[in-house]
């Protein structure tokens, strides 16, 4: 009995014995080199996860960075210049730099300027009601209002502001990842470049209905008139589908467009008040005043 309990044991032990040697020697062989670089790339990113930079997260980036040979077509959004400025420094090459961006929101179609022509009680979700119908309102672009852009936002960037029935994007928050933009089924939000103070100039407006029927459904959209194209100087406004476009690489904002937009879809956010000239009387010199 004692000796077929040490004999179990031996073979035990030396089935056990062997087993590790063959699960070392494949370990060994199929053992799959990581870089450890690709840790130290991963600590200077943001831990956001966020997808902005276009993968998963911040590990595959890192990866990413890590085997690429340069860092085109890879940057860290919410990181910005200065992360990747300290993720050249770990890997030893040249930094990149992009001009910071902010997301805006393409439509002022408030309550008070787009008003109610039905009512949905399906589910609160932007995408949904998008595939169902046209929304709530004559206009089959604008803004539905039931925040899938706040959903994805992971920077608490973004509300619903219960006035206007619109999205509000902090300038302060937000860090340009993109996730809104991808969410919204209307396309409705861009991310334009990031001026000094925050300032914007853009058209408010998605809508590419012809003018008459674009005015019936929102008063302040865009009709396609082109007085704002004809005034720009730099060639930054573009008509396309009854629709003007501000390219924000090439606008100047010397704020020339804004006036002269009929229905006021261009919006100008972070400038001073603008003064107007009133004529000028006998005796006395010109006279400005705010315009408002
Ligand atoms: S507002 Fe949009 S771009 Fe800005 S942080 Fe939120 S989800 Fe990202
Ligand atoms: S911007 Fe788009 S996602 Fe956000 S509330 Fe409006 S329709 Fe919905």
Redesign the pocket.
Known sequence: MVTTIIYTILSLSLLGAVAAVVLYFVAQRFKVFEDPRIDQVEAELPAAN?G?CGFAGCRNLAETLVKSESFDGLFCPVGGNTVMARIAEVLGRQAVTQDAKI?VLKCNGTCEYRPRTSIYDGTASCAIASALYSGETGCNYGCHGFGD?VE????D??YIDETTGLPV?SDE?????????KACPRNL?E?RKKWKGNKKIYVACSNEDKGGIARKSCSVACIGCSKCVKVCTFDAITLENNLAYIDSDKCRLCRKCAPECPTNSIIEIGFPQKKEKIPETAGNNPLTVNKD
Do not use: D, E, P
């Open positions: 966020c902005g997301a852009c994805a936002c992971l920077f960037a973004m994007i928050k937000c860090t340009a990842c993109g996730a809104c933009v939000i991310l």
